[in-house]
């Protein structure tokens, strides 16, 4: 396996840079490993992710898988900021407890123009997966 494009200080330094009101100390977002192609995140618990019924939102799983996969796709083609989200399809599986989201990216396929990865979420302490997701980057041009 080739070795990570940019390591998770790179990528968090990046992301500071390019996103500060989305990815900032204190934010609850937090990188756990940084592999090619294969990262894992961290989204910390916080009541206001509930819904009604006590389980973490859908839109609030949503988000964590996709910044997973953006996450992947720097750890596989560099700082391409403008990389973008064209596909995002997820399958919920069961309801998340009341505790962190962890979030297991893997690119499947990383070509010229396009990334195409999955995410598996699970709630922090446990082995069952809560959600899976499919998606696809599209590349911007002036990439490798």
Known sequence: MPAPALSA???????????PQAFY?????SLE????????????????HLRPGGTISGPT?????????YVAVFSAIGAQPL?????LNVNFLRKPAQA?????????KVGKRLAVGEVTLYSAGSDEPVAHV????SIPNNSK
Do not use: Q, W
């Open 9 to 19: 200080e790179e990528i968090e330094a990046l992301l500071s840079a390019e996103f």
């Open 33 to 48: 490993k940084v592999e090619y192609g294969d990262v894992r995140v961290r989204r910390a618990y916080h009541e206001d």
């Open 83 to 87: 990389a973008v989200t064209t596909n």
């Open 61 to 69: 799983m949503m988000e964590l898988a996709d910044f997973a996969m």
């Open 25 to 29: 100390p204190g934010c609850g977002l």
């Open 100 to 108: 962190d989201l962890i979030a297991d990216a893997r690119l499947m």
């Open 134 to 137: 499919t998606s696809t980057y």
